[in-house]
């Protein structure tokens, strides 16, 4: 074979300009676009991340204590290693003005924050004038959303807990508040020394410090967390540093980014069809060519590979588009991005975002060329010059799919190791094969119900109907290429609607049938008596949970560092809610192991969430060192018992045996039921009695954890969207490459007698019949996609969701309706006989 010989082929094919690829060169420019353009967009925000660390965090470093302040060695570190050293305590509460209540997230803070950036204020004044406060009450301020709710304006007074305070002025921009994490209130500032006389820094009141380290320029960042663990890991300290400086924005960045590229996958792989799809149409308008080389003594492999120098060439050309596109998007629309986004970023061209786009978009055009590509080598020199349809379908040689295996294996592979997700790109990887398979074998039923619905007696007189049936089903028929290409693309939109309104249905209507009316935190042991007493009798109130309530921080497994042991398990990631037990209640299953006797007094023992236990590899017997108000307790797991979080009621990973925490000052949590048009009686009851205890109103926490999954799930819906837009492109494709067949057709019908609207019914009907199969199959492979998620990952019941199904199935329907009738004025407005003539 001639390398020479097959470039010189190639060049002199691509003399004839663009046409007939514009559909390849489209579907690959729109996937690769993008990729890249998800790529970039979490890489601005990364960048954006890294960049403003220090401001996110509130300084270089940060030290979190849970329950207590810093010890004096401890503060004594902080103040040798640091230049400035800021204190701040965070904690929920109940803001009061008269007979209205709003949780708020309160901050403590003292005279050096912020140690980074700068806080503002409506109207404009400095932060220290704002905590002055004024006619002898301690100043705050707080976000907008809760001073409305409350009536609050600059000047009007409020309550937390037993102290009072002026408002001083509106909360619009924190420096730091993404570094604070997701809150379930709104956030209201306030100096810590203001709280001395508000009854809530009780001890076992659930808070927390944070101190805030301005190291020196230059300072080893490294070095010191390693110091300061080494020396106060043991006492509870949890470090974290302007290396990464918002982990739980930057860990959901990380994730729906991966999630999203996932999704330009799947668009990828329906331009994957589109290419297949246009390089088979072109290979067909090249017989000719390709005879005269066969019979010029071309040997298949030199046709073979001029062939595929030249898809290559458009592939290149296409990938370069896409690159371009997906690179420059970001920074078109930086500024409105920016606006949009809680956190900064830095949009510019970012070399790893493209590259990866890159090797996704050259992987599946090889992928999805190389069997059309095959089919040149088996198509005898001898039928080329015959006025033939081409073969039918067929496996191409072994070699064809063994190098086709070893592409797929790449794409996967890359996919889960540049996703960062490995686990859930090959768990998407299945999807999209599982769904082509499903979508090419219900082309495949589509076409054979087709033919045998075109026979039916009962259609005798409904012509174009039968004639819409009989081409569906009849050979050379678009229907696998409209299937795959439109169907896939409407499968992810499927999914995306079902798995939403599932969850926002177990969300919004099935959790508050089950979840209680509040959550009350930060009760006293002395004020549990009264406080049981005061909500038992109330006749609205259907029932009280309580449970003692202790903070902990599960640092070793097994004598090894908790990570090390069980990787990045939320478990271990922070602080987790710890109670302790004598025996089991009623609503306790233990499913393993046994329960320590009512008087046990021997070394520590603690029961584990069977689930979490499973996930982080746990068995009976293994040690849990768990450290509770900078005490060490290392626990002998005993049993393990069922934890169900659905519900929304009171629920501990972990549960401890008494005398291991005996002594150790904590408070008590309680949930009340209670029926919805008395929940507003019930809180101003307990907040005017109890004031310094917290009642977060489970319905208000159901509603910020909704708008969380309203904008994933348009982000999504977005990149669903893309995948659209690209299996629209296949489908217009599609119906340019029939154009030349339908004109025939309309040439035959007009010879025997059908009318201009009879053959114009006949293309509309037929691809009304596409559209609709696709939708159908969409609703199928979609709703399977959606029951898995909502049964195996959310673990919740499943409904089918049909609203959204009859708009997948009318999108699919007026999607092919609109394409096959933009190619149908052509056929037409032909004269037959020009037509057939032409065919003699």
Known sequence: MSFANALRIARRELRGGLRGF???????????????????????????????????????????FTYRYALPEERAWMEENAERVSEIVDFRSMAVVGEERGLTQVKGIDDAYPLYGKVVLEPDMTLQAAMDGQDGLPGAVMERVLADRLGLSPGAQFRLGTQDFVLSAVLAQEPDNAGDGFGLGPRTLLRTEALANSSLLEPGTLFETRYRLQFPEGADLHVLKGAAEGQFRDEGLRWRDSRNGAPGVARFVERLGAFLVLVGLAGLAVGGVGVSAAVRAYLEGKREVIATLKTLGAESRTILAAYLFQIGALAVLGIAIGLLLGGLLPLLFAPVIEARLPVPAE??????????????????????????????????????????????????????????????????GASASLS?????????????????????????????????????????????LRLALGAVG????????????????????????????????????DLPEVAPSYFVVDIQPGQLDGFLERVENDPAVSRVDTAPMLRGIVTRINGLPAREAVGEHWVIRGDRGVTYAAQPDARTTVIAGEWWPEDYSGPPQVSFAAEEAEEMGLKLGDEMTINILGRDIT??????????????????????????????????????YAAPEAEAAILRDLAKTYPNITAIRVRDAIDRVSEVLAGIAAAITYGAAATLVTGVVVLIGAAAAGERARVFEAAVLKTVGATRWQVLSYFAIRSALLGAAAGSVAILCGGLSGWAVITFVMETDFAFEPISALAIVTGGVLATLLAGLGFA?????TRPARVLRARE
């Open 22 to 64: 514009w559909v390849l060169l489209a579907c690959l420019a729109l996937g690769v676009a993008a990729i890249a353009a998800v790529g970039s967009v979490r890489a601005g925000i990364e960048a954006g991340l890294a960049r403003e660390g220090s401001v996110l965090l509130g300084g270089d470093a940060e030290m979190t």
């Open 347 to 412: 949009f510019r061209l970012y070399p790893g975002p493209l590259a990866e786009a890159a090797l996704y978009g050259a992987l599946t055009a090889l992928l999805f060329t190389l069997w059309p590509l095959a089919r040149t080598e088996e198509i005898r020199a001898a039928t080329l010059f015959r006025d033939v349809v081409s073969s039918r379908f067929g496996l191409p040689g072994p070699r064809y799919v063994i190098v086709t295996l070893l592409l797929l294996a790449a794409l996967v």
């Open 420 to 464: 960062g997700v490995p686990e859930l790109a090959l768990y998407a990887a299945a999807g999209v094969a599982g769904s082509l398979l499903l979508l090419v074998l219900a082309a495949l039923g589509i076409r054979a119900l087709a033919r045998r619905a075109a026979r039916m007696p009962l259609l005798r007189g409904w012509t174009p």
């Open 474 to 509: 009849g050979p050379g028929t678009e229907a696998t290429s409209v299937v795959l290409s439109l169907g896939l693309g409407l499968t992810v939109l499927a999914s995306v609607g079902q798995i939403d309104s599932n969850l926002r249905s177990a969300i919004a209507r």
């Open 635 to 672: 626990a002998t797991i005993t049993s393990f018992r069922e934890v169900d979080f659905s519900t929304a009621g009171i629920g501990f990973v972990l549960t401890i045996n008494p005398a291991a925490v005996a002594g150790a000052p904590h408070s008590h949590i309680a949930t009340i």
């Open 825 to 829: 004025w052509r056929p037409l407005a």
